[in-house]
């Protein structure tokens, strides 16, 4: 078990345009990156996003279209504390026994089968928004994720995700 000290910088560029087709007010473009990296542990110890956004919803006829690419290795960061929508598939078991030279990644032992989220996995995030209203933002999203490190040889821990939402502000 590693402990963590993480380094994490991030940084952000947005361009604003006055007007923009079909969007009420002016029309942010903002591209952005995070890095992080846990000096306490020897290897999977990195983690980074980097993506894109247009627009910026939460006001009556406006919109976003995010994109985002994601990757956070097994002793990056404390699992427990991850965006809980960002997740891989776990194949259910382990095998009887484990061929020789194949070693099963510590980040899968404890695991049962299933979705899970946490560390060692990496993918793509698309997000569509609208506001109809001031109080009322509805989204889509996206979820494209494959665990880093399988958790058993030859299995597909690639999940697809499609999330709907509906925030309502008051």
């Known amino acids: 078990m590693n402990g963590y000290e993480t380094f994490l910088a991030d940084a952000a560029l947005t361009y604003t345009f006055a007007t923009f087709p079909f969007y009420a007010g002016p029309f942010p473009i903002r591209v952005f990156g995070e890095y992080l990296h ?4 020897a290897d999977q110890n990195q983690g ?21 690419y994601k990757v956070l290795e097994g002793d ?3 699992e427990e504390l991850t965006d809980s929508d960002f997740g891989a598939f776990y194949a259910n078991s382990l095998p009887a026994t484990v061929p020789p030279g194949q070693v099963v990644p510590a980040a899968g032992r404890a695991r049962s089968g299933g979705y899970w989220a946490g560390t060692n996995a ?7 928004s ?11 999203t996206w979820f494209g994720v494959d665990l880093i490190e399988e958790y058993l040889p030859g299995t597909d821990s690639r999940m697809n995700r ?3 939402d509906g925030l309502l502000k008051f």
Not at 38 to 41: E, G, H, K, L, Q
Not at 48 to 68: D, M, N
Not at 130 to 140: I, W
């Open 130 to 140: 609208y506001s109809p209203f001031d109080p009322l933002t509805l989204s889509v």
């Open 162 to 164: 499609l999330q709907v």
């Open 76 to 78: 990056a960061w404390w």
């Open 38 to 41: 846990n000096t306490a542990a």
């Open 122 to 128: 990496r993918g793509h995030v698309v997000k569509a």
């Open 48 to 68: 980074y996003q980097v993506g894109i956004t247009f627009g910026r919803a939460g006001k009556r006829r406006t919109w976003e279209l995010s994109y985002r």
